[in-house]
């Protein structure tokens, strides 16, 4: 699996949006971006994913360049509940590997008042 | 429905004790993998179930074992416990092996060895 690069970590005011940037250079044409986040001590939560297009879901807004090569996580309305760790993942599928996830060390978002 | 259990959520134990986590699948879920996480690795692959049949492996020593049963649920077992197996311990499950879906997360199991 392609590896990712995240910042480190990130803050937000409540009620703004965060951008959460991913870059996933070597990504193949068959991988799938991912992301989870983690809240301190629980399991990852899935978050979204998509493999060209961009996606939206009732958590979050995927956006992908054309070339795949990054990508971007939005939360519209960051709330003090969204403070976690959030992966970028790139998952091959259809490969018999599928659960075989490499997770970076992730950004970390704070939301602030 | 219900979600993914893992069992014990905690527990300590010291070095050279084996140990026995469990992992209970969403219903209808036949893949289970399980992940070791530590401060200083991140989140790093154990192995993947399917169908009482594991599909992949990941870089851990054989102390690491695992298995899965009839019904999906799987344990996995660390034997001959070392100061580093110390670790939040996640099993994960989904539908099928392959495909586009999501791996749903336990909470974890969180194992200190002294």
């Known amino acids: 699996d392609a590896k990712t690069t995240q910042p480190t970590s990130m803050d937000c005011a409540e009620g703004r949006a965060a951008n959460l940037p991913c870059n996933h250079s070597t990504i193949s044409g068959n991988e799938y971006v991912y992301w989870y986040r983690q809240i301190h001590s629980q399991g990852p939560q899935y978050i979204i994913h998509g493999l060209k297009n961009n996606e939206t879901n009732e958590m979050a807004s995927l956006i992908i360049t054309e070339d795949r090569k990054s990508s971007t996580l939005i939360l519209p309305h960051a709330t003090l509940r969204d403070t976690a760790v959030y992966y970028c993942i790139v998952r091959g599928v259809n490969t018999g590997t599928a659960s075989k996830l490499t997770f970076g060390t992730g950004t970390r978002l704070q939301v602030t008042l | 429905k219900a979600g993914v259990t893992q069992t014990p959520r905690y527990l300590i134990k010291t070095r050279g004790q084996q140990v026995t986590l469990s992992c209970s699948p969403i219903?209808?879920?036949?893949?289970v993998s399980w992940y070791q996480q530590t401060p200083g690795q991140g989140l790093q692959f154990l192995f993947e179930?399917?169908?009482?049949?594991?599909?992949n492996k990941g870089n851990f020593p054989g102390r690491f074992s695992g298995r899965q049963f009839s019904n999906s649920r799987s344990e996995m077992n660390v034997s001959t416990l070392e100061l580093g197996d110390s670790a939040l311990y996640l099993c994960?499950?989904?539908?099928?092996?392959?495909?586009?879906?999501?791996?749903?997360f336990g909470e974890g199991s969180r194992l200190t060895v002294l």
């Open positions: 219903s209808g879920h036949r893949s």
């Open positions: 179930y399917f169908s009482e049949t594991q599909r």
């Open positions: 994960a499950s989904s539908l099928p092996s392959g495909g586009a879906g999501e791996l749903f």
